[in-house]
Nanobody
C-alpha cells in the first residue's frame, strides 16, 4: 500500500516560486505530479522514475519546473519557478508501483495524494 501526502502549496504573484513536497510511504516505480484547474481536466505536469531518477516534463512547464527526489527523506519535490497565472490549480502527486503504461496518463496511477492548492495572481 502506498500513501502520499502533499504539502507546500500557497498563493504567490506571477514570477514567484513555490516548492511542493510529496512524502511517500511504500514502494513506487515512478511518481508524477498532475494538476487540475476548475472546469478543466487533470493535466500531467512532470514524472520521475524513482530508481534511476529520469525525469520528463510537460511542454507547458519545461524550463520552469523541476521534479526531484530525496530518497533518504522519502520525498519527491516539485520546484516551480517563474510561475504564471495559468499555473493556478490543485496539484496532486500520484504513484505507480509497477512498470508499464503511459507516464502522462492519470488512469495509470493507482495512488494519489489529497492535493495542494497553488494560486498565482497577476
Amino acid at each position: 500500500q502506498v500513501q502520499l501526502v502533499e504539502s507546500g502549496g500557497g498563493s504567490v504573484q506571477a514570477g514567484g516560486s513555490l516548492r511542493l513536497s510529496c512524502r511517500v510511504s511504500g514502494y513506487t516505480y515512478r511518481l508524477a505530479w498532475f494538476r487540475q484547474a476548475p472546469g478543466k481536466e487533470r493535466e500531467w505536469v512532470a514524472v520521475i522514475w524513482t530508481a534511476g531518477g529520469t525525469t520528463l516534463y510537460a511542454d507547458s512547464v519545461k524550463g520552469r519546473f523541476t521534479i526531484s527526489q530525496d530518497k533518504a527523506e522519502k520525498t519527491v519535490y516539485l520546484q516551480m519557478n517563474s510561475l504564471k497565472p495559468e499555473d493556478t490549480a490543485m496539484y496532486y502527486c500520484a504513484a505507480k508501483p509497477q512498470s508499464g503504461g503511459g507516464w502522462d496518463t492519470a488512469s495509470e496511477y493507482a495512488y494519489w495524494g489529497q492535493g495542494t492548492q497553488v494560486t498565482v495572481s497577476s
